[in-house]
């Protein structure tokens, strides 16, 4: 069964505080791993797809990298309107998007 | 055209009204997904089109029922919904793994 975690569950920053977020899966032939952002109340907005290990993918301030149990996604330098839910999800042998429970960031100015 | 769009943004219905959520792109997607989201939860899947046709439903209960008219629409009618059911109800579509983009989804409150 394919399995997503992610941690920190929630984290608070300091606007200008650079951090990572990590997303651990487990999954039978990975076809992609996606990084979401979603605000509340809204869906979730596509941010970047990895499909292999050593991947890397930069937009504004965030960067995603992928190896063959983890993805990251560093937030460089960030700022207030950062602060959102961030979700990755997984494609692999179920054949259909499996999403961990999020990383609620907040950045404080 | 990369949006998804939903309709209504929100809806509030009694136990005992049928009313449908709709979704359209116009992408050129080939499968089409409803989900649905409790606060602070995940997405869940409920169903995925692939080609027009339903190819997976996730043991969803018989008062949601899916309907994809044509490629680039597709509905959810509810019907006898109970007060659990409320939630933020998810269109999405991708082209094989590309381009997999929600809505911005159907506030549901069943009252």
């Known amino acids: 069964e394919d399995q997503v975690t992610q941690s920190p ?19 039978s032939g990975l076809r992609g791993l996606f990084w979401y952002r979603q605000d509340p109340g809204k869906g979730p907005e596509f941010l970047f797809t990895l499909y292999s290990a050593g991947e890397e993918k930069e937009k504004e301030r965030l960067k995603a990298t ?8 560093h937030i460089t330098a960030p700022k207030p309107e950062d602060s959102a839910t961030y979700l ?3 494609w692999g042998g179920s054949e259909k998007l499996v999403f961990g429970k999020g990383t609620k960031l907040t950045v404080n100015p | ?33 409803w989900y649905k989201q ?12 692939s080609y027009e046709k339903l190819s997976i439903n996730e043991s ?44 911005s989804g159907t506030r549901l409150t069943v009252v």
């Open chain 2, 1 to 33: 055209d990369t949006e998804v769009t939903q309709t209504p943004k929100h809806l509030v219905m009694g136990m005992t009204n049928k009313k449908s959520l709709k979704c359209e792109q116009h992408m050129g997607h080939r499968a089409m997904y």
């Open chain 1, 66 to 73: 992928l190896t063959k149990k983890e993805s990251f996604l």
């Open chain 1, 9 to 27: 569950e929630a984290l608070r920053l300091q606007e200008g505080e650079s951090s990572s977020l990590n997303c651990s899966y487990t999954v």
């Open chain 2, 38 to 49: 409790k606060a602070k939860k995940p997405p869940e899947l409920m169903f995925v089109y």
């Open chain 2, 60 to 103: 969803v209960p018989s008062r949601f029922s899916p309907e994809c008219p044509n490629s680039s629409l597709l509905n959810l009618h509810l019907h006898a919904l109970q007060p659990e059911d409320s939630a933020l109800y998810l269109c999405a579509s991708s082209q094989d793994l590309t381009g997999y983009t929600f809505g």
């Open chain 1, 88 to 90: 990755c999800a997984v």
